[in-house]
């Protein structure tokens, strides 16, 4: 009977280690309108799911008085699970030990756990409460940050990592979110820094809250660094759930197809779009109007909304949208739009998931700040990300195709490989107005009224050039389309795409203009 | 934001010789609006502490001559006269914080 004796032993001794800093921590945690790690980790996985590992690791600092503390898992709960039935790797720092601080045996077992995601071929989610590096280990912390950069940076573009704020992540913690591929905040939890608002404002004088500083929203929409916002950690756990249900596990596999829908939006995509270009519409309808169910699953919602990215299914299949947004900055390509493209046509080219870009721009953003915050690098990313990618890549243009834009948004030239185009398509070198201005300056100068010499001349200009057919003569479109074809193109041109084997020549890696 | 938007909160918006109508960024209009530098206006690059002065106005001043010390991240700054002229004001005493951009010194 000693077994059952071990066994009762045990069942002790976790319990009091998975109550981490014990119950007045717990009770702090919650009173900041926190969940515990324990609870996230159980909210996030299905019933039953999760093994952790690790539990009993111990810290070996000595000095400070640290040889006599226990720290119950060392701050950070890890293991492995599944959702929706399909295995995850998952960690949790614990705020109430210790404040999450990291020190080396707290960051040795997040890294064991990624290694393990990555060998096993599976996500990785973790989710960031910490005060930051454990100062009483000094170097030890900062060795422990910099293993988990490391691996951040080799399972890029193999497995989907994922990172979720859900209390303080300031400092040198801030950069494993920023390398992984999506970052989840929930309003009056998540607060990212490299230096706080003490700092700030002792060493400049500047002062600032958290929150305004870098809070949920500010990094949803100021910054960019987060992809996903939400109002609770219980919402932020649906949208973790949704995404992972749209992914594959690995970059060698693609995500599960699922049983295909009807999109359920009524409206067609000819009463969406005005015919006049000068009129915005909200483009995400035009993307409802096409996918299964109308179910589009924004990314970065907040951020540069003048671009539009996200995941949805087709016939049942995940594919990837990029698309230019009319109704806020008439769509324009700038820095941040640029970097918010990029980035996602990366993402989806490193996991297999097909590309569609829908296309209505006018052109680049003009300004001082534009072009000395360096939008010739910024938007030279759009350029690469989509030169470079293999999955299958289609653009459908519904309206305006200007000059450079029109290069950047997966043309033809870039290799896409479908082209199509509404007949409200426009695919001109730059707007009529301007086009009409430069060709026809002598004639508009010299006219007795040169107002209307000028709308004679723009309407010259939109008649032979304002349309879909001077490119279709050229072959870089492929077919202008009526409005309502375009969902049963768009699954036609994906089915017969299925095996595409794209030519790439051999390198260690390219060098994208970062 | 889709359905509730109104004809009427669409802004004119300029790209090139055409203007659209759209809605704006909070960014966009918070964007600082580009401003032609005064070569006589002494603005600090970076915020910092006033840590040494040395000139009064009204003062004439050589090319190169020491301003003031900036100090910001532990730095000591040396902030010198760009070209030869005559202090008009100085906006700032030692042991002052600034924040960047700060006009500290206007030059005749």
Known sequence: ?514 | MTEATKDSEFVDFAVTARKYKTLLTKKFINRKEWETPNPNNIKSYIPGTIIELNVKPGQKVKQGELLLRLEAMKMQNRIDMPFDGIIKSVNVNVGEKIPKNFLMIEIE
Do not use: W
């Open chain 1, 1 to 514: 009977m000693s077994l059952q004796k071990d066994i009762l032993e045990l069942r002790e001794k976790k319990a009091i280690y998975e109550k981490g800093g014990g119950d007045t921590a717990i009770e702090k945690q919650m009173a900041m309108g926190k969940l515990t790690a324990r609870q996230r980790i159980l909210a996030l996985l299905d019933e039953h799911s999760f093994q952790e590992y690790d539990l009993f690791v111990e810290h070996e600092e000595r000095n400070f008085g640290m040889d006599k503390k226990t720290l119950h898992g060392d701050g950070v709960i890890t293991g492995i699970g599944t959702m929706f039935g399909e295995p995850v790797c998952i960690y949790a720092q614990d705020f109430t030990v210790m404040g999450g601080s990291l020190g080396l045996k707290h960051a040795r077992k997040i890294t064991k756990i990624m290694d393990h995601a990555l060998k096993m071929k599976v996500p990785c989610i973790g989710i960031n409460d910490s005060g930051g590096a454990r100062i009483q280990e000094g170097i030890g912390a900062l060795a422990g940050y910099g293993e988990i950069f490391y691996r951040n940076t080799m399972a890029s573009g193999v497995i989907p990592q994922i990172s979720v704020i859900l209390g303080p992540c300031a400092g040198g913690a801030v950069y494993s979110p920023a390398l992984t591929d999506f970052v989840f905040v929930v309003e009056n939890i998540s607060k990212m820094f490299i230096t706080g608002p003490g700092v700030i404002e002792s060493v400049l004088g500047e002062v600032i809250s958290q929150e305004e500083l870098g809070g949920a929203r500010i990094h949803a929409e100021i910054t960019g660094n987060a992809h996903f916002y939400a109002q609770s950690e219980f919402d932020c756990f649906d949208q973790i759930k949704k995404l992972i249900s749209l992914l594959p596990a690995s970059n060698t596999k693609r995500a599960a197809k699922v049983e295909p829908k009807v999109p359920s939006l009524k409206k067609q995509i000819g009463q969406i779009i005005p015919q006049d270009p000068k009129k915005p519409y909200d483009v995400r309808d035009v993307i409802r109007a096409v996918v299964d169910d109308s179910d589009f699953f924004e990314v970065q919602e907040l951020f540069a909304p003048n671009i539009v990215i996200g995941f949805a299914r087709l016939n049942g299949d995940t594919v990837g949208f990029v698309a230019n947004q009319p109704l806020y900055l008439a769509g324009v390509l700038d820095c941040d739009s640029s970097d918010k493209a990029a980035r996602f046509i990366r993402f989806c080219d490193s996991f297999n998931i097909p590309l569609i870009t829908l296309e209505d721009m006018p052109g680049y953003l003009p300004g001082v700040d534009q072009e000395h915050a360096g939008v010739i690098r910024h938007g030279a990313k759009v350029l690469y990300a989509y030169s470079e990618a293999t999955v299958p890549k289609v653009t459908v243009i519904l309206r305006k195709a200007y000059g450079g834009g029109y290069i950047a948004m997966n043309s033809r030239h870039l290799g896409a490989d479908f082209v199509f185009a509404l007949p409200s398509a426009e695919i001109a070198v730059m707007g009529p107005e301007g086009a009409a201005n430069i060709i026809f300056a002598k004639e508009i100068k010299e006219a007795a009224d040169p107002d209307a010499m000028r709308a004679a001349k723009v309407q010259e200009y939109v008649d032979k050039f304002a349309n879909p057919f001077v490119a279709a003569a050229k072959g870089y479109i492929d077919a202008v389309i009526e409005p309502n074809e375009t969902r049963n193109l768009l699954i036609n041109t994906l089915s017969v795409s299925k095996d595409k084997d794209d030519y790439r020549p051999e390198k260690k890696h390219g060098i994208p203009p970062f």
